[in-house]
C-alpha cells in the first residue's frame, strides 16, 4: 500500500539489545530499560509488542463498534499474549489475543472483533507472518 498521508512516525532511540540496552523517543515520553525476560530489571520487545497491539486493536474494536451502531462497554479489555519460540535455530512469535467484551452478546461481539482484526495496522502487520489465536469472551 502506498499511503496517501502519513498520520504519525514514531521516532525511537535504542542502544543496545533486550539484555541491558535502552529506548527512548524523540519526545521524551517513552524512556525505558531492556532486559531479559523473567529478570526483573526491565521490560522486553515482546512486553511492548503485546502493550501497542492491544492498545491498538483496542482502537479498531471502537471502529467497528461504531460502524455497526454498538455501545462497546466501558469495561472491555484486550490481553495479549505475545510468545518468544525457537524451532532449531530460527526465532519466531506467535500471539493470543483475548477480548473480553462484558454484556454483548457472542454473535455481535465475535463480529467486533472479527472486523477490529482486518482494520487493525498491527493485526494487518502481522497477518501471514505470525500464528494469531483471537479468543473472544
Known amino acids: 500500500m502506498t499511503p496517501e498521508k502519513v498520520l504519525y512516525t514514531a521516532k525511537v532511540h535504542t542502544t543496545g539489545n ?3 540496552g ?4 524523540s519526545d521524551g515520553l517513552l524512556d525505558i530499560h531492556h532486559a531479559l525476560p523473567g529478570s526483573g530489571k526491565g521490560t522486553n520487545p515482546e512486553q511492548l509488542f503485546a502493550a501497542g497491539w492491544s492498545a ?4 479498531a474494536m471502537n471502529i467497528a463498534a ?3 451502531k454498538v455501545a462497546l462497554p466501558p469495561e472491555r479489555a484486550v490481553d ?3 510468545d518468544l519460540c525457537m524451532t ?3 526465532y519466531f512469535l506467535q500471539a493470543r489475543l483475548n477480548i473480553s467484551l462484558p454484556g454483548l452478546d457472542a454473535e455481535t461481539a ?6 477490529a482484526h482486518q482494520t487493525c495496522p498491527y493485526s494487518k502487520a502481522t497477518r501471514g507472518n505470525v500464528a494469531v489465536t483471537i479468543n473472544v469472551a
Not at 535502552?22 to 523517543?25: A, E, L, N, Y
Not at 465475535?110 to 472486523?115: G, L, N, S, T, Y
Open 80 to 82: 495479549a499474549e505475545i
Open 56 to 59: 491498538c486493536f483496542d482502537g
Open 88 to 90: 532449531g535455530d530460527d
Open 18 to 20: 533486550r539484555d541491558g
Open 66 to 68: 461504531r460502524r455497526m
Open 22 to 25: 535502552t529506548s527512548r523517543s
Open 110 to 115: 465475535r463480529a467486533i472483533v472479527d472486523a
